[in-house]
């Protein structure tokens, strides 16, 4: 299955799907209840989304999880704008599937649209699609390749004069099997973990989730396909 990195963008196409992670619709309230102006998320988000369909050719989704931030319940915000986000989206693709995240919990009822599932994790073409805030199912460690998103990888870069910039990466890496002990016929051969499509969030130099121990981190990319380690 070829997976195509998107260069200077937070996606990736793998076969006709399109895929994005990390959202945190509800995260622009957040920063406005502390005096930040932002614009509004939802509609900048679908005109990203319209740009990579255009330059892709993907007829389906998949969102790696995490759509709203607050936890455990949805904010009025989000009750208001994720099903408007839903309803926007149903109409640029076949399929979409979404992922569920730890952020996710009783999203269900916030999405109508026939089009839209809503799983824990996705096999397409010995590809797995989770989150990676929990371990995936005995089966699905059997796929090839795993897409995670959840950590929000980062770069960090410290100059001389100690300003700290940080930069959104990819992380690929492999899976230790001595190290997950709990599976007994595991066939992963690499690990991706996407860049947050969300902009405005604070990223990690460092893999979370119960993946975590099992993932040799091989490669770090910018979003410029520039590697930096």
């Known amino acids: 299955m070829k997976i195509k990195f998107l260069k200077d963008e937070r996606g990736l ?9 990390d959202l945190h619709l509800g995260y622009k309230k ?23 369909k255009t330059k892709t050719g993907a007829k389906k989704l998949i969102i790696l999880g995490d ?41 269900e009822p916030m999405i109508h649209e026939e089009n839209i599932e809503v799983k824990d994790e996705f096999i397409f073409n010995d590809v797995l699609f989770i ?5 995936p199912s ?20 410290k100059e001389s004069a100690g300003i700290v910039h940080n930069y959104p990466c990819w992380i690929i890496g492999r899976i ?10 595991i066939k ?5 973990i996407m860049p947050a499509f969300n902009k405005l969030l604070y990223g990690y130099n460092k893999i979370v989730g119960p993946l975590a121990k099992a993932i040799k981190k091989e490669e770090v990319l910018l979003l410029d396909f520039t590697k930096v380690v």
């Open 188 to 192: 992963c051969e690499k690990v991706i």
């Open 30 to 52: 957040n920063l406005e209840n502390k005096g930040y102006v932002i614009p509004n998320q939802r509609s900048e988000f679908i005109k990203r989304i319209k740009k990579l």
């Open 67 to 107: 759509i709203k931030h607050n936890i455990p319940y949805a904010s009025k915000n989000e009750r208001y704008e994720i099903p408007k986000f839903f309803r926007e989206l149903s109409k640029l693709f076949e399929k979409i599937i979404v992922i569920k995240g730890n952020h996710d919990g009783k999203i």
């Open 131 to 135: 989150h990676g805030h929990k371990y």
């Open 138 to 157: 005995n089966d699905a460690m059997k796929s090839k390749i795993i897409v995670m998103a959840h950590t929000h990888p980062t770069f960090k870069l």
């Open 176 to 185: 230790i099997k001595s190290k997950l002990k709990r599976y007994k016929d």
């Open 13 to 21: 196409l793998v076969g006709d799907y399109l895929v994005i992670a």
